[in-house]
């Protein structure tokens, strides 16, 4: 009763902080002083309640890998879920799959950020400045995030007419990595054109050791390099922006291809054989994957004296494809007639709209109101597959108002409501059925294991609030202070998935008696912008009543090699942590930076911690700037995880440095921008707790060279 009551008061509208004045009035007079003298990174700090990293391209360039999440994951904070060498999933505070939402130009991504194996489909090249909004943000972005936004934003159109655009290299050293990418734009008179292709190409990756250890197996690693981990990844995109008067628009479609091996040692049977040499670190032989993601999405705006009124449109198709030689666990079961080496296929429909409408009521009162909606079908193939078919619809709006008396204060508050739908068709596995009973197995127990996915037809409805202010008291001080309330609806894997998961070497169940997930948390960040010195410190806590995750449940599964049962189950469960920057001019060209970072989680009903709670970590960096160069080194400290989940491995702590310089070249009317990195110098052997091969021993990719080459042009047109 209490808290249904807290609930409804935090849920009361005070909201976020934009002003509108008049041209011709003092506090305009004021507003534009302001605008000036302030960097835009403090300017975009004010605009939320939540701690945001703003990252423009001179931290883009220095840390840049070709693959997203990697770049932006050397933040405190922000943690990246690798596969392999080339491809990453995000996690912020702890917290990933579809409890982070990724968004580009304005429409949420979607492809199967469910499961472990599965990275992100998005152009790194085409990132040229990117928002990172850390705790609940259900409020805005709708259910899947609960746990932060990492928001891909496009850069302002120039001014002037030109043809404008650049030419990018990108080599690697720990798996031969060769990349590149051409764009080109023109900006003529109202309109606004970019087009840009992209592709990287990549061979097996170097791993510091000899062995691996794959059920209870210890497998050789010939040659220290994971054999069969090459890929090819291959984007292109247009995106076209137009303005006239009061009104904008801009359209976007880009397409992403992936196609990346399996290491033949973790995936299906153990036998050594598999891994001997083949000869060729650039091949990509069975076992693979290959996704296309498609994406077309369009955004429209008009303003009035007193009204902004936007809209998005999207469509994205998903194509995940795992090829595999085709096997059987089952005698009766034939390799299919076309395709038979096509182990699973997922085929993602999402179609997303949003319409919002921003009232600028006075110059201290805005208001907000907004509704999104979202429609998702993903069909299935092969002879092996874990995700069922699924039709998924979800609707919400929402309500937000700013108050905001001065430009050093302001309250922000809102609430929504979603609702969704999700029908799951059933699946009989025949070949299961007749396996079990040719092993005798009672007539329960064929029940329960040949429904590979149930029959699900679920409606949820629940609601997201938040309370926040921001205060700044003096002019170098920063205060936020955000209170919320947030909730994620279940997956078609959390409600019917009942079979193993290859990608992460367990027999996964659902729950169809599931409910949402819901949970309350808090926000404090602090920031100081003092002459030499900048401090940032953002500590915070969660607690979900709900809280869904993977629980092994001590249960043996009777199918061929599955091992463990684990199902999807909810919990009590607590998040809390901090993250801390100081950054301190030490000498006029020299900088000292510290960043730190740590992740406490606990599971209340069974009192341990949760699965997949990432390490404390520190960075030390030195920093020496000049004019037209820089010179870094960086030492990390990565802590031991040993608060582990069950049957969930400890992880020992490492110590890594890692050197690198940006040196900018004018040769004739070109600028060259070059940056060098050498990752992990001593060639460590250490292991991600995030990883998705963390399980079966692989440690981290070794010592990396890695060499990104961009050369920006541009001509003014009469």
């Not at 153990?270 to 060729?280: F, H, Q, S, V």
């Not at 030492?635 to 050197?659: C, K, M, S």
């Not at 040196?663 to 921008?673: C, D, F, H, P």
Request: neutral net charge; charged residues 20%; contains cysteine.
């Amino acid at each position: 009763m209490h808290i249904n009551y807290f609930s409804g008061m935090l849920g009361v509208w005070l909201a976020l902080p934009v002003c509108a004045q008049t041209a011709d009035s003092l506090k305009s007079v004021s507003l534009s002083e302001v605008v000036i003298t302030e960097s835009y990174q403090h300017i975009q700090q004010k605009k939320t309640t939540l701690a945001l990293d703003v990252l423009r391209q001179e931290y883009l360039h220095k840390h840049f890998t070709g693959n997203l999440m990697q770049t932006i994951g050397q933040l405190p904070g922000i943690q990246s879920m690798d596969i392999g060498s080339g491809f990453s999933k995000p996690m912020i505070r702890g917290m990933g799959f579809n409890r982070i939402a990724v968004t580009e130009n304005g429409i949420k991504q979607e492809g199967q950020q469910w499961g472990a194996d599965h990275g992100l489909e998005i152009d790194a090249f085409n990132i040229e400045a990117v928002d990172v909004k850390k705790g609940p943000s259900s409020l805005l972005y709708g259910s899947d995030a609960m746990g932060g936004v990492i928001e891909i934003v496009q850069p302002t159109p120039p001014h002037e007419n030109q043809l404008l655009g650049e030419v990018a290299l990108l080599g690697k050293s720990v798996n031969a990595d060769i990349g590149g990418s051409l764009m080109l734009a023109i900006k003529k008179n109202r309109w606004f054109t970019k087009v840009r292709f992209s592709e990287q190409h990549f061979g097996d990756y170097r791993i510091p050791t000899d062995t691996l250890v794959y059920l209870t197996q210890r497998m050789p690693v010939h040659g220290r390099r994971m054999k069969n981990t090459a890929g090819v990844e291959r984007n292109i995109s247009l995106y076209t922006h137009y303005k006239s008067g009061r009104y904008q628009s801009s359209y976007a479609v880009s397409n992403a291809y992936q196609k990346v091996g399996f290491f033949p040692g973790a995936h299906g049977v153990p036998d050594a054989t598999r891994l001997e040499d083949d000869g060729n670190s650039r091949n990509i032989d069975l076992p693979y994957s290959r996704v296309n993601h498609l994406k077309v999405t369009t955004h429209q705006q008009y303003l009035w004296e007193k009204l902004l009124l936007s809209a998005d449109w999207g469509y994205q198709r998903n194509d995940r494809e795992e090829w595999s030689l085709f096997h059987t666990h089952y005698g009766t079961q034939r390799p299919p007639e076309k395709d038979p080496d096509k182990e699973l296929a997922f085929e993602l429909n999402t179609y997303s709209t949003a319409v919002k409408a921003r009232l600028l009521g006075s110059s201290t009162w805005e208001h907000i109101a907004g509704w999104e909606g979202q429609y998702q079908v993903n069909n299935i193939s092969g002879y092996s597959f874990l995700l069922p078919r699924y039709k998924r619809l979800t609707t919400g709006v929402l309500w937000l108002t700013t108050y905001r008396p001065h430009n050093r204060f302001a309250v922000s508050g809102g609430i929504r409501y979603d609702y969704g739908q999700l029908r799951i068709s059933p699946y009989k596995d025949v070949y299961l059925n007749a396996y079990l009973h040719e092993q005798g197995y009672t007539s329960q127990q064929i029940e329960d294991y040949q429904w590979r996915s149930y029959a699900v037809n679920r409606t949820f409805g629940d609601y997201s609030c938040s309370l926040g202010v921001v205060w700044n008291p003096t002019p170098t001080q920063l205060i936020k202070v955000n209170v919320g309330r947030s909730f994620r609806l279940p997956g078609a894997n959390e409600l019917a998935a009942n079979g193993v998961h290859h990608g992460t070497f367990r027999h996964e169940q659902g729950d169809a008696s599931l409910q949402s997930e819901q949970g309350w948390q808090m926000d404090v960040s602090y920031q100081l912008d003092y002459e030499r010195v900048r401090l940032s410190v953002s500590p915070f806590a969660s607690w979900f009543s709900n809280y869904l995750f993977l629980k092994p449940t001590g249960e043996w599964s009777i199918l061929p090699h599955a091992g463990q049962i684990y199902r999807y189950t909810g919990a009590e469960a607590v998040f809390a942590g901090a993250e801390a920057t100081v950054s301190v001019d030490v000498l006029r060209s020299l900088n000292y930076q510290f960043a730190g970072e740590y992740v406490y989680t606990y599971n209340v009903d069974e009192h341990i911690p949760l699965s997949f709670s990432p390490p404390a970590s520190m960075r030390h960096t030195l920093t020496w700037k000049r004019k037209a160069y820089q010179l870094y080194a960086e030492f990390q400290t990565i802590a031991a995880q040993n608060r582990v989940a069950r049957n969930e491995e400890r992880t020992p702590g490492a110590n890594l440095l890692h050197l690198g310089g940006m040196l900018n070249l004018s040769i004739g009317k070109a600028n060259v921008e070059l940056s060098l990195a050498v990752r992990n110098l001593f060639d460590v052997r250490y292991y991600n707790h995030l990883s998705f091969y963390r399980k079966i021993e692989v440690p981290e990719p070794g010592r990396n060279f890695q060499l990104f080459i961009k050369v920006p042009f541009n001509q003014l047109l009469k």
